[in-house]
């Protein structure tokens, strides 16, 4: 599995729909705005997303996107693998032996390890991890007030 930019993006998109999905269909111009990613590019990635039924569309006035399945149903592994394509090694003749060998058998399993590992998180663990998150901050910020008015 190779990690890149597309699958980042794709990954932070997918999430906006997940947080926001519950509002309505979520436009790809806001997300954009709210995450800084091109709207083209986000075009781009969304046609793959579709390809894949990770997403639906809505289309007319207050259309957009929204997800194709429950966020527990989507892991992360779906979505980067939608956007990106599985890359293989390719080996010559002379890498078949040797240390070369077993460097392609290194890079192969941590890709595999990397696969197994994303394809067991999926979009709901990460709202409920961001909803523990806000809610520790704000016990926190509850706590800090508290000292502060008695003080």
């Known amino acids: 599995m190779r990690l890149s930019t597309k699958g980042r993006y794709a990954v932070t998109a997918m999430l906006e729909l997940a947080v926001n999905g519950d509002r309505g269909p979520v436009t790809l111009a806001d997300i954009s705005v709210e995450q800084g990613i091109s709207l083209s590019y986000l075009e781009q990635l969304f046609a793959c997303l579709r390809r894949q039924r990770l997403?639906?569309?809505?289309?007319?006035?207050?259309?957009?996107?929204?997800?194709?399945?429950?966020a527990g149903e989507i892991s992360i592994a779906d979505i980067i693998c939608a956007v990106d394509e599985w890359v293989g090694f390719n080996r010559s003749k002379a890498e078949e032996e040797g240390s070369s060998r077993l460097t392609h058998i290194l890079w192969n399993e941590l890709s595999n390890d990397i696969f197994d590992f994303l394809k067991q998180?999926?979009?709901?663990?990460?709202?409920?991890?961001?909803s523990a998150s806000l809610e520790l901050q704000r016990e926190n910020s509850e706590i800090i007030n508290k000292a502060v008015k008695s003080i």
Do not use: E
């Open 55 to 70: 997403v639906k569309g809505v289309r007319g006035p207050g259309g957009g996107y929204y997800l194709g399945r429950p």
């Open 121 to 130: 998180i999926t979009l709901g663990d990460l709202v409920a991890r961001g």
